[in-house]
């Protein structure tokens, strides 16, 4: 159910200022990466995206197959997406009377020299090439992270100290950075930028948007999440085995990323051109610290929230083992715990853990054909609100370890469950509207 309240609030185009196109309660926009190819593809995307009717569209580079060039440059982009872009001077039919299509730039962008045709079809904030913009409760800092970029593409680079400074100026609630290369990826066609590892969290950004690689992937790294939103159309690309901090991976449609945010909480789902929802992740303003209860002995423990630390040593210094988590197959060792998954930790006594982090009241878990060890939420779930994709995958009782293996109705905050599933799928957990 989504309220929207729309005023205008008044237009600033300063260089290093946001522009305040105006305030709403709550907003609902859609992310596409790696679209601008003209075909079937495109059209299913860009059709999924208007049935969803945006408030704008972000977009997370490749704008322009292959080469960034005047002559493509329409028919990739105009032609599906002209009615959010204003001004609009294409041959498609009419713009918007305000624009609400905001791209970011790729490495496609910049193989014609200077990026020019894409710099002249869109009339954008700032330099263009980096800029930022405010709706609702979302500050937006679009990146160039493209080497070719004259001001640079390193944390301490001109463009780099522009972020950490605009992100430290910010008084909105969210503060969303995207780009296009992606700082951690499974994908095997590109894989991970480390150059574009920049402190975003310590500047105080609420997520980070990428595409580059022709996939789907989300990822926890540094207490901070990562999307790779790169099947907007052109092609799909492999996945590769996991990087550390994977959660959910997709490569088997087309699709966008669809975001609702308001003062208190913030929605990410992916979704394909077929209207399957593939992964759905919330962020809500804490308002509390869950805590961790754990009894003498071997405990099914999981992490409640979003952590600046996950590593076990700071979560837990009073265990007496490491951590182990289950793949389907072995148990393996892990220094740092992540939310969604389920860990064996040992302690000599019983006692309390708070956890101290942004709480988690949607997440999506992967699970594999056979016994799991899932994590859960920041706060109580019945089991019977936790939906199976697909539907009627699990194939036995939640339990839990208390001395023993005792099945359960109630997933509880910082506890960990063993589930049997039928076969390879998501479990969707969140607190019933």
Known sequence: MRVHHLFLCGIVLCLFHPVILYSQGSIHFAVIGDYGLAGQAELDVSNLVKSWNPDFIITVGDNNYEYGEASTIDANIGQYYHQFIYPYSGSYGSGDTLNRFFPAMGNHEWLTPGA??????????????????????????????????????????????????????????????????????????????????????????????????????????????????????????????????????????????????????????????????????????????????????????????????????????????????????????????????????????????SVAGDSIFTDTVDVQLGWNMIGTISVPIDISSIIQEPAGIVDSKYYEFNAGYVPTGILLPGRAYWVKASQSGKLILSVPH
Request: hydrophobic share 35%.
């Open 116 to 353: 020019t045709p894409y710099l002249n079809y869109f009339t954008l904030p700032g330099n263009e090439r980096y800029y930022d913009f405010v709706r609702g409760p979302v500050h937006f800092y679009v990146v160039d992270s493209d080497s070719s970029d004259p001001d640079g593409h390193t944390a301490t680079s001109t463009q780099g100290t522009w972020l950490q400074n605009a992100l430290s100026s910010s008084t909105e609630q969210w503060k969303l950075v995207y780009f296009h290369h992606p700082p951690y990826c499974s994908g095997t066609r590109h894989g991970s930028s480390p150059y574009m590892r920049w402190p975003f969290r310590q500047w105080g950004a609420t997520a980070i948007l990428t595409g580059h690689e022709h996939l789907y992937e989300r990822l926890l790294e540094d207490s901070l999440v990562y999307f790779v939103n790169g099947l907007g159309g052109k092609s799909v690309y492999p996945i590769g085995a996991p990087v550390a901090g994977s959660q959910v991976r997709f490569n088997g449609d087309y699709g966008a990323m669809l975001v609702d945010a308001n003062s208190d909480s913030i929605t990410f789902q992916f979704i394909t051109r077929a209207g399957v929802v593939i992964d759905t992740y919330t962020i809500r303003v804490p308002h509390y610290t869950p805590t961790v209860t754990h009894a003498s002995g071997w405990n099914l423990i999981s992490v409640p929230a979003v952590v600046p630390d996950g590593r076990k040593m700071t979560l837990f210094p009073t265990a007496i083992s490491n951590a182990f988590r289950f793949d389907s197959v072995n148990y393996i060792q892990e220094d740092t715990l992540y939310p969604g998954l389920g860990y064996w930790i040992k302690f000599d006594s019983t006692g309390m853990v």
